[in-house]
């Protein structure tokens, strides 16, 4: 399977109303679904580059139908022992966060909230209905990557340490942060608390910088644990990333300080979107090393179902840099990723030969 691309154009906002519409969602022919984005040439108007997706979402999109559609197929996958990653790429104002966080009132609520009420609903489920008294827990990390540092974010920004946290590779490939805070989360409640203040520390860490946090990659990990009466633990993961935006900012007016912040990002950025070109290339080596959102993202190297939101503003002032996300992200369709379930391991020896395996016994279908 490949890595899933989407595209999600954004309305206009109240005081946009005026600005000139040039990006626009289309199908491959009349009455299917929109797969693709047509943008004019920024040469020759009269010319159209179009791009092609695995689903085009226009601006009349809820976020509840982007969420259906998108994310709620792969709870199923998620509980089966699929590691699950959702990322958000795209210029700084085209909806990343609005799509992954959204808003407070309840149809404004993005793909976060909505992926954890998810997984508690099915949490749920899965306890009542196992035969072998199966306990899910629900353990959530979140973090920042600023300036090629990394932050915990249930943390207060007061205990951060210059240098950030380290990376380690285990032995199964995935890279980890040490010493990143986890935290069970027994319902919906629980995580919203935990969510928002989290959010509350990464603007405040934004604002002592002189920063945005719209500069930071914010990225949330779920850990699903499932285990059964016998000692059988399945674990999972579901990550959500929210990337700072891809804006080129030779373009824009930095001041010096701003200009470093930059760097770092667009670096980190940059080197993603060489190992896009290095994976869809086929080449041996990709660059995956040189930045640390890079390594943790490791695209193509995780098995399992990852999910690209490319945000896109449809006004003319983003012409350069919506054509740039687009051209980066319409190759990432081409990232092949192995759907492979991780192993059920045992905490204690099994009270009888026959329960081995329950846990794989019990799984359902993948989608
Ligand atoms: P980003 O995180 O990519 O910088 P935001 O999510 O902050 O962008 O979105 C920029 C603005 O556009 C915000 O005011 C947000 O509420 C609004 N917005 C983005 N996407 C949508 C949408 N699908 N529907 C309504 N408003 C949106
Ligand atoms: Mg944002």
New binding site residues.
Partial sequence: MSVRVVA?I??L?EKELDKDIIVCADSAEEGKPHTIVKIPSPKNEAEEFSFTFNSVYD?S?S?ETLFTSEVQPYLKSLFNGLDVTLF?Y??????????M?G?LKLADRGVIPRLLSGIFRRGKKVAKESENDTMVEVALSYYEIYNDKVYDLLEPPEARTPLGLPLRAEANGKTVVVGLTERTCEDLKDFEKLYIEANNNRVTAATKLNAHS?RSHAILRVKITQTTADGQVLTSTASAI?LA?SEDNRRTDNNRERLVESAAINKSLFVLSQCIDAISRGDKRIPYRESKMTRILSLGQNNGITVMIL?L?PLRSYHLDTLSSLTVSSRAKRIEVREIENEVVFKQMPRTQSSLSSLKANRQPLR
């Avoid at 795209?90 to 799509?99: A, D, L, M, Q, R």
């Fill in positions: 999600r954004r309305p906002l601006q999109t976020q958000a795209g210029v700084t104002g085209t909806g990343k966060t609005h799509t966080r808003g719209s929210d935006g945000n503003a």
